[in-house]
């Protein structure tokens, strides 16, 4: 979950790391800290707990050095509080090596031990402190740095990225990763290292990713990859699909301000280049073969928190044009249960990041026990996608708030394209209606501009609920998955309790929750639908009126029930019943900002949380 940079060039390699540390603080930001060498091969470092912001103070207040080689960090704690001492780098060698770590070392006691008993002490609390006394050991038996680590990687269990940098060493930054990301970014007479492209897309946009179990060395005229076993690797190069603009906030007063405004856009890039003759083609499917997406008798959706419930809402879509049936699973849960895996079963992991361990962990199980898995994900060059068989990319451009908005929508945009495609391999839809479909799916971003121009009223509504110590989300089919959404995005960012359910689970339960004044929001399906569950949903609204309660329905404008039974309608423009769900979550992404921007909370780094979720 920690952001990592590294550098070596001519620039001041402070100003550089400090720029990084900015993109990536959305990894983590509960400490900072960088390490920089000086031309004269002295190391400076400074840590710092607190957000980012707190070093860069103290920095301005009491300079460092200045140098072109350097490594920072920003931390999500696991070992150890968020304190000065727990934050990175962390030194070994007597003081001139410094070392950053990403992940976490699963067998840090045993090694711990055994450096106690050949007499070192520590400094802190972390797993990270014995990795970095354990490289500044093989440095000094071995005089070589890329030697050092990589002969203490293999030692290391777990999940791990770690960057290093040797007094004796200066223009060299050794990284090395496993299950852990770090990218390259290839400059002119400089180098750059990252735990993902944003640390580095200001100054380049040509970018290697490092494979599982690599190091890389780089000095500013060169780069340098070899495999834990210290073979030469083959890298190829890619070009990052965004620029440094494009993660910054243009003027918003927050990230997820800004990321709710681009939803339409996301949808629209997502769908761009993949519709001929009005029908959706997925080259990208490819490395699968037409025979597969033929032949799978069952997808299994893996993915955790808002992208597993863009893989509920792919599910009903899935299902419904291709007729293959469609489990979600969380991916913590999936590979520890045994599933029925055959090589008919296609895996489709969700992931906004590539990175999240989990759901990596399981894309690996589920390779290993046969399935083939095709990742849809958001973020060129991280795991999830180089450990696929195929990737189907969203395009909703960078995702810096920490609660996802945009991604969401990207999400369900590529599950319903992958639904439209192999309704159309498959033969189990007719063209003209799979033309339909897909214009349907076109016509979304513009109806989304009208969702967010129609949400006005909510920061009204949000400022009104301050006091709020519950709130419950109801729907029925598509309607349950965004009312899940809308209830995990009150719980990161408002941090008040709410749940979402199934409205027809109701009163088998949840019902015994509602009294006088529990505010209810019900997504309510469109009244225009013969097979529609809207009178069932309206009924719901008037038990729990019953009982007190006061609702806000998120409706389709011009249901004339809502208006009469809810308290509060946020209308929806029309759209068929499974489209629907890609309007509706929208208000509920503003209510949940609006909320927390009422109670001043800061939208974009919820407390305790981290963007990507890179530990198990
Ligand atoms: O990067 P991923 O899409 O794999 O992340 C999955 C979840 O960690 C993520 O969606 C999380 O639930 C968000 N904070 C929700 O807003």
Not at 274 to 281: K, L, P, Y
Not at 444 to 454: D, M, W, Y
Not at 600 to 613: C, E, H, I, T, Y
Request: glycine share 10%; with cysteine.
């Amino acid at each position: 979950m920690c952001g990592i940079v590294g550098y070596v060039g001519n620039d001041n390699s402070l100003d550089v790391l400090l720029g990084g540390l900015k993109r990536l603080e959305y990894r983590g930001y509960d400490s900072a800290g960088v390490a920089v060498l000086d031309p004269h091969g002295t190391l400076h470092t400074r840590k710092r707990a607190g957000k980012l912001k707190v070093l860069v103070d103290d920095l301005a207040t009491t300079p460092i050095a200045s140098g072109s080689t350097g490594i920072g960090h920003t931390r999500w704690a696991t070992h150890g509080g968020p304190t000065d001492g727990n934050a990175h780098p962390h030194l070994g060698d007597g003081g001139r090596l410094a070392l950053i770590h990403n992940g976490i070392i699963e067998n840090y006691a045993p090694l711990k031990q055994e450096l106690l008993d050949a007499g070192d002490t520590f400094e802190s609390e972390t797993d990270t402190e014995v990795a970095a006394l354990l490289v500044g050991r093989a440095y000094r038996e071995t005089g070589d740095l890329t030697e050092a680590l990589r002969h203490v990687a293999g030692r290391l269990e777990g999940a791990f990225t770690l960057l290093a940098v040797h007094a004796d060493q200066p223009g060299v930054v050794v990284g090395a990763r496993r299950n852990s990301p770090l990218v390259i970014g290839l400059g002119d007479g400089e180098n750059f290292l990252g735990s993902d492209v944003a640390a580095f897309v200001e100054f380049t946009r040509r970018a290697v990713a490092i494979g599982q179990d690599q190091l890389v060395t780089i000095r500013p005229d060169s780069v340098e990859v070899i495999d834990f076993a210290g073979n030469p690797v083959e890298t190829s190069e890619f070009e990052v699909a965004w620029d440094a603009s494009a993660s910054e906030k243009g003027g918003w007063s927050s990230f997820m301000a800004k990321e709710i405004s681009e939803e339409p856009e996301a949808v629209a890039n997502t769908l761009l280049g993949r519709t001929e003759d009005g029908v959706v083609v997925l080259p990208e499917l490819e490395p699968l073969g037409d025979a597969l997406l033929r032949d799978i008798d069952r997808i299994i959706v893996i993915a955790c928190g808002t992208a597993a419930y863009a893989g509920m809402l792919g599910k009903y879509a899935i299902e419904s044009w291709a007729r293959i049936p469609v489990d979600v699973e969380l991916s913590h849960e999936f590979r520890y249960r045994d599933p029925v895996l055959s090589d008919r079963t296609l895996v489709v992991s969700v992931s906004q990041s590539g990175e999240t361990m989990d759901t990596l962990m399981a894309v690996q199980y589920a390779r290993q026990q046969g399935a083939k898995v095709l990742s849809i994900c958001n973020t060129q060059g991280s795991s999830i996608p180089r450990e696929s068989d195929a990737v189907v990319y969203t395009h909703a451009g960078p995702e810096v708030a920490v609660a996802s908005t945009k991604a969401f929508v990207a999400q369900v945009t590529a599950l319903y394209l992958l639904g439209l495609h192999l309704a159309l391999v498959r033969g189990t839809q007719d063209r003209a209606r799979l033309q339909k479909l897909t214009g349907e799916l076109h016509d979304v971003p513009a109806k989304l501009s009208k969702v967010l121009e129609a949400s006005a009223g909510i920061p009204q509504l949000a400022r009104w609920m301050t006091d709020t110590q519950s709130v419950l989300f109801l729907g029925r089919h598509v309607g349950y998955p965004v009312a899940l959404e809308g209830a995990l995005k009150l719980k990161e960012l408002a941090y008040i309790h709410s749940e979402g359910f199934a409205a027809g689970e109701l009163k088998h339960g949840p019902i015994a929750l509602i009294e006088p004044g529990q505010i209810v929001f019900v997504i309510v399906p469109s009244p225009r639908d013969p097979k529609s569950l809207h009178p069932k949903v309206i009924s719901n609204i008037q038990e729990i009126k019953a009982r007190g309660a006061r609702v806000v329905a998120i409706a389709e404008q011009g249901d004339v029930d809502a208006i009469q039974h809810a308290d509060e309608v946020i209308p929806i423009p029309l759209a068929s019943p499974l489209f629907e769900p890609l309007l509706a979550v929208v208000p509920l992404h503003v209510f949940g900002m609006e909320l927390a921007s009422a109670k001043g909370l800061d939208v974009d780094q919820p407390r305790n949380l981290a963007k990507s979720v890179t530990v198990e």
